[in-house]
């Protein structure tokens, strides 16, 4: 226990610090909880328009140096990730669940070879043995 007058203010101070950290930690982890319930319930345009309150949330704690730059940069780049690739998923099952449509075979091209390489080098004169 401390005994100086500005070790107590301290303890006290940190308390209080530790309090607001932990708020604003907790309020990005339910972001990150918001985003992750609407992929699993396929609800996907919700999930892309909530990340934007997710970076806003995540920016705010990183300028307030609860979270260091590059960590709410990771943060941000895996709940992107994770909702791409569900949206892309989500289409390829569309894509499978529709006929395929036949295109039209391509027109092939003939293509001129170009002519071949002239050496400009002069032949190597040769070596006499002695």
């Known amino acids: 226990m401390p005994n100086i007058k500005s070790a107590k203010k301290r303890v006290l101070v940190n308390a209080k ?3 607001q ?3 604003i930690r907790s309020a990005v982890k339910t972001e ?3 985003i992750d319930l609407l992929i699993k319930e396929n609800k996907l345009e919700e999930a ?3 990340l934007a ?4 949330v995540i920016d705010s704690a990183c300028s307030k140096n609860i979270y260091h730059a590059n ?11 994770r909702v791409d690739a569900a949206i892309c998923a989500a289409k390829s099952n569309e894509e499978v669940a529709t006929p395929v449509v036949e295109e039209a075979p391509a027109v092939e091209v003939a293509v001129e070879e170009a002519p071949a390489k002239k050496t400009t080098r002069k032949p190597r ?3 006499v043995a002695e």
Request: aromatic share 4%.
């Open 48 to 50: 892309k328009a909530s």
């Open 17 to 19: 610090k530790t309090e």
């Open 125 to 127: 004169a040769k070596k």
């Open 71 to 81: 960590n709410a940069s990771n943060k941000k780049s895996k709940l992107a990730k």
């Open 53 to 56: 309150v997710a970076f806003k």
């Open 21 to 23: 950290n932990k708020s």
């Open 32 to 34: 990150m909880k918001k």
